[in-house]
């Protein structure tokens, strides 16, 4: 069976600044930047983000490699802790200026489609001190630092986002503790949440007034959708699984495209008295200014069921549900994520019927694995386990657009092996290897597949056992 894309899809990578561009000539540290310099422990092998993957002053060979294999876009992100050295009088960085000026133009001068997106996990420490997304003033200081690298860079970018994964700062940082500032507090996540969408309506209103006049500038904002399947169809399942929706995936879905929060989360959370703090000129601005495309990070589904058990302790979204571990779930190993591929149709279905089939595309899709130099073969890693992940994932991509999905690309999580918060590298996900210790990058076998399938016009071909094999998942 040959898959086929259009000529004018997307095919290319994601990564972000703090993940990717190292220290060098940066003024001021970022969340992740501290919790490194004061708990190194807490990274595997002790690895932070000081090096990186030296984008910062490799960037140009980066995407040299990127046109050799033939990508044709590519997204990162602008590290507010780089860009403004004074976030009161909003001086900016004039060395950060001159770097993501000539990073982006070197981009387009390639013809490589950039993305740019505006905020990675990266809170200032300066901000983080002053509350971070708890405080309604960083809200606005988001704004002034959005506009400013729309005016600096403007002219060269026509895609930008908002966020990546506006729900992991909530979850990590206020609620399972996994990120800086390492709260655990269903209230303040919420406000957190909230906050954060204000920030991005905000600034998409500011974004469509700059631009009014120029159709080729869209905004964006980078969800991570993980889709709910319940246990069983039972109703308290359903129940538990939607709740876990509520919370995960449409809390901030429905803002960014419909304006407006569901209406079972409002119910949900006045009943628990975990309402934001809002107010009706705010939730105007939230209904006025949506976005025009899109971008979804899938990796894998969730899984719920309702509870067995009373729920006790601290209020968290759990009451409501318990995560089902589904027997025959296939996992990657290195992660201990699961590998389900078909959520992708299902979240181009979601989207076609239940969002106007809004335009979108997947900005993030990969697999991390440990230890990949033990698959050189030639000098080169021969990542199969890669190429198999992407071609069943774009199977079920290329089913959905086959039934009128408005899907418009395919970025795959990362280009060269970047740093990954505190696992930094130990899962490796890029269609390029990192030498850690020289900074050389090398191509892996699944670079040259992506080049191979992009030069016989986007165009793979799949085996009848392969077809039905990925069928017959349920
Ligand atoms: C996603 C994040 C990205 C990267 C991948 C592996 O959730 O957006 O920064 O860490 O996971």
Redesign the pocket.
Known sequence: MKINFDKSFWFGTST?GP?SEGWKNKKNDNIMDTWFKERPEDFFDKIGPNIASNVYSQYDEDIQMMAKIKLNSFRTSIQWSRLINNFDTQEINIDAVKFYRDYFEQLRNKNITLMVNLY??DMPQILQDRGGWENKEVVDLFVKYATKCFELFGDLVDYWATF??PV?PAEAGYLYKWHYPFISDLKKAVQVGYNTILAHSKTVKVFHELFKNDLNKKISIIL?LTPCYPKTNKEEDVKASHIVDLFFNKSFLDPVIKGKFPIDFVKLLKSENLLPECNRDELKIIRENIIDILAV?Y?QPRRAKARDTQFSGPLMPEKWFETYNWPEARINPYRGWEIYPRTIYDIAKDIKDNYNNFPWFIS?N?M?VQGEEKFVKNGIINDQYRIDFIKEHLYWLNKAIADNSNCLGYQI?TFVDCW??NNAYKNR?GLVYLDLETQKRIIKESGYWMKKMIENNNMFELTNEEVEKYESIK
Do not use: A, L
């Open positions: 972000s993940q990675h996990f990546n994964e992991v991570n990070n990796y993030e990969g991390g999580w990954s918060w996900y």
